[in-house]
Structures are given as structure tokens and as C-alpha cells.
């Protein structure tokens, strides 16, 4: 069997578009042309199924595709009164327990050209409005005990903390994220930055979007193109 070629995936994706209404497409389209892989979002053991799931929530809000998530201690979920179906839209890159996978996402991410940054309040290079973004930006963020890893803050290509005037020692996690992604949203929408998804990324993401809603496009799919592996 042969994954299907990326003519092949719009040929399918052309096909399963008539069975969608035209204000559905439409939002598609819109919310597809915001969307941005820029920056992405570093789950490093999280053990609060709410609070992955509002980070969740805020990265499909603020047009973000990717979600890295690392598990180590604790399996990843989604506490759907959250996340709000949010989950369904986004892509979602598990890395599954075992020892090193915060240093195999991190290999990953950098071979995808990312800089590493650990979101951290207790060392740091920089403030969050020092942050640069020229680069593509991974944000790592470590769980709600112990916060990240040593090799995740040893490992990263700075260490970054947001400023705060309290008593308290940290933001809460979601908090935290939503914070940063924010501020850097608004950042990168307002530079000249090419921060858009490529036409082969449109077209993959749209096809899953799609295939979310569309009862028959697993026999559809399997009809048009028996010998594909899906």
C-alpha cells in the first residue's frame, strides 16, 4: 500500500468538499488562511487534563495548528468542556512515554527549523518582549508541579519568563500559554513575516477538517483510491 500523493489528496479533498455547505467552506477557508505553524506549543508532561485542554483551546483561537505533547509520568487527554472540540481542528504531535522523548522533540522540532525556547520563572535570558520570532518558534511548558525538565531548560535555545509584579511565583500553565501566544500572535501578524501555511499544508489540514465532518469519507476515500494507506 502507498500514501496518497499531494494531487491525489486535493482530488479527494474537491470530492468530499460537495458534501459541506457553502457557509461552512467559507469559514473554513477563512480560519485556514490564519492559521499559522510560525509558532507552535510545547506540552511537556502535563498531568491536568483542563489545563492541556485550554492551551488547547487558545491555539486553535489564536490560529495556531500544532501542539507538541510530551508524555512522560502522565498520559495526555482532553477534557472536552474545555477544549470545546477545539481539538478536532488542530494537529496534535504526541510523543508517547518513554525516557528521551522530550530530546527527540526537540531534535524534531529544530530539524523543522525551530528555536527552542523554555517558558520558565525561575532562569532566564530574556523577558517575553525580548523574544524574537524571525525564527519559527517552538514555546516548551513544563508541568503544573515541577515545571520543566532539566534537559528541557538545559537543552533550549534560551529561557524566557514572563514579567510578574506579585507574590505569587508563576502564572498557571494555561494561563501562562495563552499569555504568550497572545503577545506573540500579535507580533507576528504585525510584521512582514511570511508566517502563512504553505499550498501542500492547506490542503492536508483542510482534507482532515473536512474528513471530521463528512460521515462517508472513509468509504469515500476507500472507494477512490482502494490501494492507498491511510
Same mark, same amino acid.
Given at each position: 500500500?502507498?500514501?496518497?500523493?499531494?494531487?491525489?489528496?486535493?482530488?479527494?479533498?474537491?470530492?468530499?468538499?460537495?458534501?459541506?455547505?457553502?457557509?461552512?467552506?467559507?469559514?473554513?477557508? +477563512?480560519?485556514?488562511?490564519?492559521?499559522?505553524?510560525?509558532?507552535?506549543?510545547?506540552?511537556?508532561?502535563?498531568?491536568?487534563?483542563?489545563?492541556? %485542554?485550554?492551551?488547547?483551546?487558545?491555539?486553535?483561537?489564536?490560529?495556531?495548528?500544532?501542539?507538541?505533547?510530551? +508524555?512522560? /509520568?502522565? +498520559?495526555?487527554?482532553?477534557?472536552?468542556?474545555?477544549?470545546?472540540?477545539?481539538?478536532?481542528?488542530?494537529?496534535?504531535?504526541?510523543?508517547?512515554?518513554?525516557?528521551?522523548?522530550?530530546?527527540?522533540?526537540?531534535?524534531?522540532?529544530?530539524?523543522?527549523?525551530?528555536?527552542?525556547?523554555?517558558?520558565?520563572?525561575?532562569?532566564?535570558?530574556?523577558?517575553?518582549?525580548?523574544?524574537?520570532? /524571525?525564527?519559527?518558534?517552538?514555546?516548551?511548558?513544563?508541568?503544573?508541579?515541577?515545571?520543566?525538565?532539566?534537559?528541557?531548560?538545559? +537543552?533550549?535555545?534560551?529561557?524566557?519568563?514572563?514579567? !510578574?509584579?506579585?507574590?505569587?511565583?508563576?502564572?498557571?500553565?494555561?494561563?501562562?500559554?495563552?499569555?504568550?501566544?497572545?503577545?506573540?500572535?500579535?507580533?507576528?501578524?504585525?510584521?512582514?513575516?511570511?508566517? %502563512?501555511?504553505?499550498?501542500?499544508?492547506?490542503?492536508?489540514?483542510?482534507?482532515?477538517?473536512?474528513?471530521?465532518?463528512?460521515? %462517508?469519507?472513509?468509504?469515500?476515500?476507500? !472507494?477512490?483510491?482502494?490501494?492507498?494507506?491511510?
Amino acid at each position: 500500500m502507498v500514501s496518497l500523493t499531494i494531487e491525489q489528496k486535493r482530488i479527494l479533498l474537491e470530492r468530499l468538499l460537495e458534501f459541506v455547505n457553502d457557509r461552512k467552506k467559507q469559514l473554513f477557508y +477563512e480560519v485556514l488562511a490564519n492559521r499559522t505553524r510560525h509558532i507552535t506549543v510545547v506540552l511537556e508532561d502535563i498531568y491536568q487534563s483542563q489545563n492541556s %485542554s485550554a492551551v488547547i483551546r487558545s491555539a486553535d483561537s489564536f490560529g495556531l495548528q500544532d501542539i507538541h505533547v510530551l +508524555e512522560q /509520568e502522565n +498520559e495526555f487527554s482532553i477534557f472536552r468542556d474545555i477544549a470545546l472540540g477545539s481539538g478536532k481542528w488542530l494537529t496534535i504531535k504526541k510523543y508517547p512515554r518513554q525516557p528521551d522523548n522530550t530530546r527527540l522533540a526537540y531534535e524534531a522540532l529544530r530539524t523543522q527549523g525551530y528555536q527552542i525556547i523554555a517558558t520558565t520563572p525561575h532562569q532566564s535570558d530574556l523577558v517575553l518582549e525580548e523574544l524574537n520570532i /524571525e525564527k519559527k518558534t517552538a514555546l516548551v511548558l513544563g508541568n503544573e508541579l515541577h515545571g520543566l525538565s532539566d534537559y528541557a531548560i538545559n +537543552e533550549a535555545d534560551f529561557r524566557m519568563r514572563i514579567p !510578574m509584579f506579585g507574590f505569587a511565583e508563576s502564572f498557571n500553565i494555561s494561563v501562562s500559554a495563552s499569555i504568550c501566544m497572545h503577545y506573540l500572535n500579535q507580533k507576528l501578524r504585525n510584521s512582514n513575516l511570511d508566517w %502563512s501555511l504553505s499550498e501542500v499544508e492547506k490542503t492536508e489540514i483542510m482534507l482532515s477538517w473536512i474528513q471530521n465532518i463528512v460521515k %462517508s469519507a472513509n468509504q469515500i476515500k476507500k !472507494m477512490m483510491f482502494p490501494d492507498a494507506k491511510w
